[in-house]
């Protein structure tokens, strides 16, 4: 019997979650990756710590307990080990996807413009943001 493998997005999400948030709980990083995520798609909780104790048994991610008031929190924190593996893995996908992402989000965006075509303005928002972040990345040579 196979074993049925997920995705990588779900690793580089957790990755990225860590790099831009340390020092999260496990909850925490399912609620921000079920906000990324949004429909269809969308990671079981269940899921989330089993990649997370993957992540941890491969050196990629580290777990702290701390405690606070009446119970203790695992935290987890990105390891250096897991900023390397997380450009490594994601470099490639990133860079062929970059030139159409940056289209279709431009073109999103003038859509945007237009009154009566009903782009929701929270997307409108995150499709900005994501056009900027793209502006850095490429001003900085990063894809």
Same mark, same amino acid.
């Given at each position: 019997m196979s074993k049925r493998k997920r995705p990588q997005s779900l690793r580089h999400l957790i990755l990225a979650s860590l790099i831009i948030e340390p020092n999260m709980h496990g909850y925490g990083i399912y609620k921000k990756i079920s906000y990324i995520a949004q429909a269809p798609w969308k990671p079981s909780i269940g899921t989330i710590y089993r990649v997370l104790n993957e992540l941890v048994s491969e050196g990629l991610i580290v777990r702290e307990e701390k405690p606070e008031a009446s $119970? $203790?929190? #695992? #935290?987890y924190r990105i390891s250096e080990k897991g900023v390397d593996a997380f450009?490594?893995?994601t470099k490639a996908p990133l860079t062929k /996807?970059?030139?159409t992402v940056a289209? #279709?989000?431009e073109a999103y965006i003038k859509l945007s413009d237009r009154?009566? /075509?009903?782009v929701d303005p929270d997307l409108r928002e995150r499709l900005i943001k994501l056009r900027d972040i793209l502006m850095v990345c490429e001003s900085k040579k990063l894809l």
């Open positions: $119970r $203790r929190r #695992i #935290i450009l490594k893995e /996807l970059s030139g289209t #279709i989000l009154v009566g /075509l009903g």
